[in-house]
């Protein structure tokens, strides 16, 4: 870990610990999403018409975890233990727990709770990253945009069943 000047790319010596933020996130997140399948339970859920097919998910899901490793890098270089590391750690967790809550356990409501924290720290992020490292904050765009899409469609599930 080192303070890295934000305007200076990565140097090639921070390459090896890139490979570990996405092995970490793109690992947990496809782990999770195979042992926590939407199955019959979601698919005999009333959903609203915006409702997108279930094989969008999964590569949404892998573009925004290729993001959020690269954004969470970015970060860890400038400082592993500051204040915007530690929400990106938080997000991260709650982005985890949320598939089984959601899927596993059908907790929707608590499920929902967890979502909407989880866009609060995504957006805490964002402002947080913004004048420090605007690559960080902009790979984080898309992730909060589809948070936020996915907190509706948590809270029209909740609603319609």
Do not use: C
């Amino acid at each position: 870990m080192s303070s890295e000047n934000p305007s200076s790319p990565p140097s090639a010596r921070h390459l090896p610990l890139l490979v570990l933020f996405l092995a970490i996130v793109l690992g947990a997140g496809i782990t999770i999403g195979i042992l926590n399948t939407p199955g019959a339970w979601y698919e005999a859920l009333r959903k609203p018409p915006f409702n997108p097919p279930n094989w969008v998910f999964a590569p949404v899901w892998t573009i925004l975890y290729v993001m959020i490793a690269i954004a969470g890098w970015r970060t860890y270089l400038r400082g592993g233990n500051s204040r915007i590391m530690q929400i990106w750690y938080g997000q991260m967790i709650l982005n985890w727990v949320w598939s089984p809550l959601f899927f596993t356990l059908h907790y929707m409501w608590t499920a929902l709770g967890v979502i909407t924290v989880m866009l609060y720290l995504i957006l805490n992020f964002i402002g947080g990253n913004w004048r420090a490292d605007r690559l960080s904050a902009l790979l984080f765009i898309p992730y909060a945009l589809w948070t936020g899409f996915a907190g509706l469609l948590n809270l029209s599930l909740a609603l319609l069943n």
